[in-house]
């Protein structure tokens, strides 16, 4: 690593290398750690069981998301059937530890990687890890983000350090420009169905290349997210000014007279000319069409105008959870309910494209349809643009901010067997709900899809007149 | 961590690809701050025809409800088995159901460590080592893990594999990883002051408390 030209991923691997072991592994500096309610606080239970202290209370944050009640107003402080001792152990482990805890009503709750860079704890160059597998998300500000178990989680705060091993490094250049109605969403999903939810394992990634220069940073986030959907260890993409400009003057981002020094560093984590990656995929985005999924693993994608594969195994369970027929198109199937949300898709960008698709329409008669913006400050965000009355207008739900209905937690969930169309991460048997049969697809697909009342094309939006309001109603 | 150095038990057959850590233990079957009282959610949405209601009416389809499947203490699955949510959660339902080796082409790489740090011993094999795999226990073959030697043996089969040095060596003699990293505490100390002058603007770590 002394010599020639270096990764990315390397150069922040040396970065944070306080020792190297003989099997190639690393013990690294965890610069900064997230935790939630939900596996957060074991791993904080476990420690004061076995009277061990944090090594660095002060770099941890936490946050109540996963099971946080997401009605209007949270009557309640959690959607999950006894789930208020998660929430109460959190707030009582954080105030014992001295972390810094984004309570439920505070006014900068949110998703935990969607605060994070909110909140400019995370940024380019720094470890960062939690327990929760999307903090790939995080890479996209050029940070080595990834997500960890219980047990990692507790050695990060017993010891500001985690050992990990040598992973091989993968590059994926995406080149040309996306079409109109295509998205960060939708590239992601390409790869995946294209290569299989497990062509990345034991890989780090990079994404590079002008159409992720073109992404904006919360496009980046939605790419970023879904590498552990792809099997990686977790994504990255190397900070440029789009990222520099992002990060200044947030909560936990450099002071003022630090970020000059800060940036000049920032500047040097790019890889270098002549690297050679162990693997490396090139992918022409130009003429991307919407993905959606059909099965039960996010490698179950097609183009929304394409059709459920033919070729499917025999043994595979995925086409009677789903109610499907190999060959069956996937545009017109019925929808139950729709759903925008989630630590892929909940932020501002996401919410102003789907309203953007919902102004004066409504969502069809007998659907279900609910927006859950990923924190606090995208929802005041969306209030000040008034992206809320779109929503309500057209009869989407308006939420309280959390990983709501993205996994089902017990409590209040979608009919057993309804047909979803979500902007989630995991089309898992069971995920959102017992039998609920979930198609995962951008936040423009599931907002026209919830207007036409099936699963449908977004490119035909433009094509199709608005109703006037009286014939809504029926 | 727990010690593991040999196993030989039951096994059974999964023959599923990408079976996440939703289907091992659902989210809603988490129900306490605590890494115990899971084994009764293992697989639930599988192995109770009833689950989404909170019952516990076995699905006699389901692998674990038939012939030896309570006793069984091996588990060979497909590709990519664990992928999907961080939930340590999985691996703690399996062990306190009794599974103790987890034979499959690959798996979710988070829950791969979490196994390792679990006493739950993971073992990749090729596509062919698995299909056979399956067959012989099908067949009624008990299944044995030697750690030390790094074989899984079953019937007539015997298969090598490798796990990380530092993960073998930690289950091999049941170390903490925690204690094993705080005997170079010292070393970690000098790395951080070090980082402080050269990333002091990492070191910026106080809300405000008007937030």
């Known amino acids: 690593m002394t010599s020639g030209p270096a990764s990315l991923f390397d150069k922040i691997l040396a970065a944070h290398t306080i020792k190297r072991f003989e099997d190639q592994g690393t013990l690294v500096l965890i610069d900064r750690i997230l935790l939630h309610e939900r596996t957060g606080s ?13 090594a660095a209370p002060e770099t941890v944050l936490a946050t109540i998301d996963h099971i946080a009640d997401n009605r209007p107003g949270r009557p309640a402080l959690s959607r999950m059937p006894g789930g208020e001792v998660f929430v109460e152990a959190m707030r009582q482990q954080s105030q014992r530890a001295g972390i810094t805890l984004y309570d439920v009503h505070d006014r900068d709750q949110g998703i935990v990687h969607v605060i994070a860079p ?7 160059g720094v470890t960062i890890v939690c327990p929760d597998s999307h903090t790939c998300s995080l890479g996209a500000l050029g940070a080595l983000a990834w997500g960890i178990g219980t047990s990692e989680a507790e050695h990060a705060l017993a010891t500001r350090t985690l050992r990990i091993p040598a992973y091989k490094q993968m590059r994926i250049v995406l080149t040309g420009t996306l079409p109109e ?12 169905s294209r290569h299989s939810a497990r062509h990345a394992v034991g890989h780090v990634i990079e994404f590079a290349g002008p159409a992720v220069d073109d992404m904006p940073i919360e496009a980046r986030l939605t790419l970023c997210n879904m590498a552990v959907e792809f099997g990686a260890f977790t994504a990255m993409i190397a900070p440029d000014e789009k990222t520099f400009d992002y990060v200044e003057g947030r ?13 000049m560093w920032w500047k040097t984590l790019r890889t270098d000319a002549g690297y050679t990656f162990d693997q490396e995929i090139r ?3 130009t003429n991307l069409a919407p993905m959606v999924s059909w099965g039960t693993s996010p490698e179950h994608a097609v183009p929304v105008d394409g059709t459920v594969p033919e070729d499917i195994p025999d043994d595979s369970r995925a086409l009677d959870y789903m109610a499907l027929r190999p060959g069956q198109p996937l545009a017109g199937l019925k929808v139950d309910t729709a759903f925008i949300g989630s630590c892929t898709n909940s932020r501002l960008s996401d919410l102003r494209r789907a309203a953007g698709i919902l102004r004066g329409r409504r969502v069809a008669p007998g659907v279900k349809a609910i927006c859950v913006p990923g924190s606090n400050a995208v929802k005041r965000a969306a209030e000040e643009e008034g992206l809320d009355r779109i929503f309500t207008a057209a009869g989407f739900e308006w939420q309280e901010p959390g ?21 989630t991460n995991r089309n898992f048997e069971g995920r959102q709900g017992p039998g609920a049969r979930t198609h995962i697809a951008s936040p423009e697909t599931v907002a026209w899809s919830a207007v036409q009342g099936r699963i449908s094309d977004v490119r035909n939006w433009a094509k199709t007149p608005v109703r006037p309001p009286d014939e809504r109603v029926s | 961590m727990s010690e593991f150095r040999k196993h030989k038990g039951r096994a059974v057959v999964m023959a599923q690809d990408n079976i996440s850590t939703d289907q091992i233990i659902p989210s809603r079957e988490m129900k306490r701050v605590s890494k115990i009282g899971l084994g009764d959610g293992l697989f639930a949405n599988l192995r109770y025809i009833d689950a989404a209601k909170g019952g516990r009416t076995p699905d006699p389809d389901f692998v674990l409800n038939q012939r030896d ?3 069984a203490s091996v588990l060979v699955a497909g590709a990519n088995f664990g992928c999907g949510s961080s939930r340590e959660h999985a691996v703690w339902a399996l062990k306190e159901f009794g599974f103790r080796v987890i034979a499959a082409e690959s798996f979710g790489t988070i829950f791969f460590n979490n196994c390792a740090a679990n006493g739950v011993l993971p073992v990749v094999l090729t596509p062919e080592e698995v299909s056979a795999l399956m067959e012989t226990v099908l067949a009624g073959s008990h299944v044995k893990a030697d750690l030390e030697a790094q074989r899984l043996m079953a019937g007539d089969l015997d298969f090598s594999f490798t796990l990380p040095p530092a993960q073998r060596e930690m289950l091999l003699k049941g170390l903490s990883a925690i204690d094993v990293t705080l005997a170079d505490k010292p070393l970690i100390d000098l790395f951080v002051a070090q980082d402080q002058k050269l990333r002091g603007w990492l070191y910026k770590t106080e809300r405000p408390s008007n937030g």
């Open chain 1, 283 to 285: 992918f022409d985005v």
């Open chain 1, 42 to 54: 074991v791993a904080l239970a476990s420690l004061e069981e076995d009277g061990r202290a944090l």
């Open chain 1, 251 to 263: 909560t936990f981002s450099p002071e003022p007279a630090q970020i000059a020094e800060a940036r």
């Open chain 1, 403 to 423: 990983c709501a209905m993205c996994f089902y937690a017990g409590g209040a969930s979608f009919g057993e067997r309804d047909r979803v169309i979500s902007s």
């Open chain 1, 118 to 124: 909110e909140q400019g704890f995370a940024l380019p």
């Open chain 2, 69 to 71: 499947g309570e006793s």
């Open chain 1, 181 to 192: 109605w295509s998205t960060a969403k939708d590239v992601i999903l390409a790869l995946i």
